[in-house]
């Protein structure tokens, strides 16, 4: 079963319709990349169009750390829905409880509608902080 799902970064419609909104998978995962986004691992920043609020690549391509620890129960704890939540002290995942993982989000171009929602910005995923996967990496942010 293939899902449909919303690519929001990118506009109101899945990410594979249109035009090409982020560096994903396109085909057969795992035997078959069309290629559609003229990438078949990263991309380089940059590559397809900014977002309504002109910021780049936020899902797709590679999925990003973020400061927060990965805690399963976490967002059960934070009353009325904060604005802005700074996420737990410590990590915790039932499946791994000793390994220290942080958030990941946006997806890869790894992901794809057959198996991946992952390039939605609402996702969030874990990974421990010694991760060596090629689809991961971080982005540099600056307060004005």
Same mark, same amino acid.
């Given at each position: 079963m293939v899902y449909k799902i919303k690519f929001i970064p990118g506009?109101?419609?899945p990410v594979d319709e249109g035009k090409v909104? /982020?560096?994903t998978w396109q085909g057969h995962f795992p035997d078959h990349n069309t290629l559609r986004d003229k990438f078949y691992g990263?991309?380089?920043v940059a590559s397809f169009a900014p977002n309504a609020y002109g910021l780049y690549d936020m899902a797709g391509n590679a999925w990003e750390w973020c400061a927060d620890y990965y805690n399963n129960r976490y967002y059960k704890t934070v009353a009325g829905? /904060?604005?802005n939540p700074q996420g737990p002290a410590k990590s915790f995942d039932p499946e791994e409880p000793y390994a220290k993982k942080r958030v990941i989000?946006?997806?890869s171009f790894l992901c794809n509608d057959s198996?991946?929602?992952?390039?939605?910005v609402a996702r969030r995923m874990k990974s421990t902080e010694d991760s060596g996967m090629e689809h991961l990496g971080f982005r540099c942010v600056q307060d004005n």
């Open positions: 506009g109101d419609e909104k /982020a560096n990263l991309a380089p829905g /904060a604005v989000r946006g997806g198996y991946c929602t992952g390039y939605r």
